[in-house]
Nanobody, 123 residues
Framework: QVQLVESGGGLVQAGGTLRLSCAAS????????MGWFRQAPGKEREFVAA????????YSSNSVKGRFTISRDNAKNTVYLQMNSLKPEDTAVYYC????????????????WGQGTQVTVSP
């Protein structure tokens, strides 16, 4: 069992920066691939980025590639999402998720989810 708690969301102006954190409980954190997803009002949940269990490989959606970076620190049971050059269209609730060992863009591949953190980017 893994419990996930996101933090770091907030209100920022376009072009600004935020760093999201996702703290995990449970000793099995390091065995799971981790992903970040987001959901804007009226839209489906969207894949953002994912990282393998060992942190050796990452993958990001085209919409955030070059601006967002996912990383993890297994010693701290934490995964991060560094978000640079934020745009108003990045506004959404951001969720972290844990599941499997390899990268997946499909939310159904993930077994555990956090409660989400709101990111709002003003023009």
């Amino acid at each position: 069992q893994v419990q996930l708690v996101e933090s770091g969301g907030g209100l920022v102006q376009a072009g600004g920066t935020l760093r999201l954190s996702c703290a995990a409980s449970g000793r099995t954190f390091s065995t799971y691939a981790m992903g970040w997803f987001r959901q804007a009002p009226g839209k489906e949940r969207e894949f953002v980025a994912a990282i393998t269990w060992g942190g050796d490989s990452t993958y990001s959606s085209n919409s955030v590639k070059g601006r967002f970076t996912i990383s993890r620190d297994n010693a701290k049971n934490t995964v991060y999402l560094q978000m640079n050059s934020l745009k108003p269209e990045d506004t959404a609730v951001y969720y972290c998720a844990a599941g499997g060992r390899l990268i997946s863009v499909n939310p159904r591949s993930y077994d555990y989810w956090g409660q989400g953190t709101q990111v709002t980017v003003s023009p």
